[in-house]
């Protein structure tokens, strides 16, 4: 949610923002915004004329009282009344208003940074930078459900009936390949001196609405049912949501911390698009970083976290590009975004696996999150970045490491999470 002052001041910034997005739909916001915020500041004037009013009324209820000019004191009781009749009437009017313009305001979209490329969609999205050969090996690579099939690794089959379509099980030295990866993500952010943190895997809706907008809520959140909570999608939404109406001390920004959960999403309209394997799933595992930092920081933030995904990818030998995701491709709260994606020799492109976003005070001003500091109180800048996720991590992981004869060769960073162990061999065929 962008700031209101900025709708009065400049609107046209604001309309121009909007066309940026390809959201033309929602420029009629613009104007009603305007009015709903004259009429409330309006009324609230006229509510504070109206106390001002009823207080030197009161006063001279207590002279006529004094004075026993009891007929005159009671007719100003009969006006403070009636004032405070009005009064009532207003502040339910104003009420109703403030929530009308809130609904408008947070679905207005953040101002983007005018580094972000204008473009309609994902097709759109600019590759910045390679980091790493992408090769293709002289050989086949098999379906990523068929490579962890092969070493004892995958059971879908087991989780259709279980759980139904989008889950599955990880069994044996595939699982414990997972794990790996997740630990050594999680290790890597500590080193950098990130804090690392396990969150509540459920939120409320206030919390929901605070860090996502409207749309993106229902796209991907589970909701528990007769209660006011949602399963998370990614832990950065109860990362952030920890600072809910909170004013953090100026000196101990920034905040980085790195945070592991499971993640559950609905993926609606995703049916059909790599089911088979586990690319497109429900329920996922993920290492977070999130950091909450004075808005003169949250670009070099930015670029530091996206950068630390490149590493961590790099060492586990898969080469990945950045791309700079276009104005369309941005979700309303975000103010600049790129993917880390990474390549797949067996499709021989590149695929999503981090998504890194600052999105300057919006997630901060829904939420309330502010500090205070030598010139007042300010909403902090917050940002989010993929560490590692799986199963897409795995999925390059593997593809990457895959040998001719069926093997998987570990990449030495996650060695010592395995036990030391250097290959995973396929299952033996009697």
Not at 24 to 31: A, E, N, Q, R, Y
Not at 77 to 93: D, G, M, P, W
Not at 281 to 290: G, S, T
Not at 348 to 358: I, N
Request: include cysteine; glycine fraction near 6%; charge should be negative.
């Amino acid at each position: 949610m962008i700031d209101i002052n900025l709708i009065r001041k400049n609107p046209e910034k604001v309309r121009e923002n909007i066309r940026k997005k390809f959201q033309d739909h929602k420029l009629p916001l613009i104007d009603e915004i305007l009015s709903l915020d004259t009429k409330v500041r309006d009324m609230r004037t006229e509510c504070d004329n109206l106390r001002a009013s009823r207080n030197a009324k009161s006063n001279e209820i207590g002279v006529l009282m004094r004075n026993k000019q009891i007929s005159e004191a009671n007719a100003k009781k009969q006006e403070v009344v009636e004032i405070n009749a009005k009064i009532t009437e207003l502040e339910a009017s104003v009420n109703e208003l403030s929530i009308q313009l809130k609904k408008s305001m947070m679905a207005i979209p953040n101002i983007i940074d005018d580094s972000v490329p204008v473009g309609k969609d994902d097709s759109e999205n600019v590759e910045v930078k390679r980091f790493g050969e992408a090769k293709v090996p002289d050989f086949e690579i098999p379906y990523n459900a068929d490579i962890f099939e092969s070493v004892g690794g995958l059971d879908k089959d087991s989780a259709g009936r279980t759980s139904g379509a989008g889950f599955y099980y990880l069994m044996g030295d595939i699982a414990r390949l997972h794990e790996a990866m997740i630990a050594y993500g999680r290790d890597y952010m500590i080193d950098k001196g990130f804090t690392y943190c396990i969150p509540p895997f459920m939120i409320r809706s206030d919390v929901v609405t605070g860090v996502m907008s409207f749309e993106e809520m229902d796209a991907m959140m589970y909701k528990i049912e007769n209660e006011d909570l949602y399963l998370i999608g990614t832990s950065e939404h109860s990362m952030i949501g920890r600072f809910k109406d909170q004013i953090v001390k100026e000196s101990e920004l920034p905040i980085a911390m790195t945070s592991y959960s499971p993640c559950f999403r609905k993926e609606i309209g995703s049916h059909g698009i790599e089911e088979r394997g586990v690319y497109r799933v429900h329920q996922f595992e993920k290492q977070e970083m999130i950091v909450l930092c004075k808005p003169e920081e949250s670009m070099d933030w930015y670029n530091k976290m996206w950068s630390y995904s490149v590493e961590i990818f790099n060492n586990m030998n898969i080469p990945v590009r950045q791309l700079d995701c276009c104005s369309g491709d941005l979700a309303d709260l975000k103010v600049k975004s790129c993917d880390i994606e990474a390549w797949s020799p067996r499709q021989q492109k590149y695929f999503e696996v981090c998504s890194c976003s600052t999105l300057g005070d919006a997630q901060a001003r829904r939420l309330n999150i502010r500090t205070k500091g030598e010139n007042g109180t300010y909403l902090v800048h917050t940002l989010n970045n993929t560490v590692v996720a799986s199963p897409r991590g795995l999925i390059a992981l593997v593809e990457n490491n895959y040998n001719q004869d069926g093997s998987i060769t570990v990449p030495e960073v996650l060695r010592p999470y395995m036990g030391g162990k250097s290959k995973i061999l396929p299952k033996t065929t009697k």
